[in-house]
């Protein structure tokens, strides 16, 4: 998706592969996994400190449980950067066979609705001050936000090729780009 904007993208799997990184995406999988690897690897740190430095970063479905400040039902252990002022609820819809898509109203898009997929997906359950709501179900349920260059939604905006999500991170990103 980001290559497909013209972005110059590429995946980081160690430390090193964010130096000159402008802004960062932090993609759906498990998060107990990824959390762990942070640690192995070395990038959970260093990836808190990018973030305090105010580096764009995106978290999508599992990576936004990375960005949660809490779950309410982590597994014993489970890393978190702790970053974004909500608190979330892992596997909120059900088991892979209750994935579902649906077309999300998301403002800050523009009015044409927005087609997504949630796999396994969370959401959020309570949201701080700072935090901006950018989408809900028609059922009030939070699906998206926003706290200054974070970025936090609970499905995959990469699976239906619609680009304006992409569009709206890389507008974050370079609004700090200097
Ligand atoms: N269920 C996964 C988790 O808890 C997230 C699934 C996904 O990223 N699609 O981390």
New binding site residues.
């Given amino acids: 998706m980001l290559k497909g904007l013209g972005v110059d993208a590429k995946a980081v799997r160690l430390p090193e592969h964010l130096d000159e990184i402008d802004g960062i995406i932090l993609?759906?999988?498990?998060?107990?996994t990824?959390g762990k690897l942070m640690i192995v690897y070395g990038l959970h740190e260093i990836l808190q400190k990018k973030i305090a430095a105010g580096v764009p970063v995106w978290g999508?479905?599992?990576?936004l449980?990375l960005l949660a400040r809490e779950t309410d039902n982590a597994l014993a252990g489970q890393p978190l950067l702790a970053s974004m002022d909500i608190r979330v609820r892992?596997?909120a819809f059900g088991s892979q066979r209750e994935s579902f898509e649906t077309d999300l109203s998301v403002p800050a898009l523009g009015e044409a609705p927005f087609h997504t997929f949630f796999?396994?997906?969370?959401l959020v359950e309570q949201a701080g001050p700072e935090v901006e709501v950018l989408a809900t179900l028609d059922d009030g349920t939070i699906v998206a936000v926003r706290e200054g260059t974070l970025l936090g939604t609970a499905f995959?905006p990469e699976v239906s090729g619609d680009t304006r999500f992409h569009q709206y991170f890389l507008r974050i990103v370079q609004s700090v780009k200097r």
Avoid: V
Wanted: glycine share 22%.
């Fill in positions: 993609p759906g999988g498990e998060s107990t990824i999508t479905c599992a990576g449980i892992r596997n796999i396994r997906g969370p995959h």
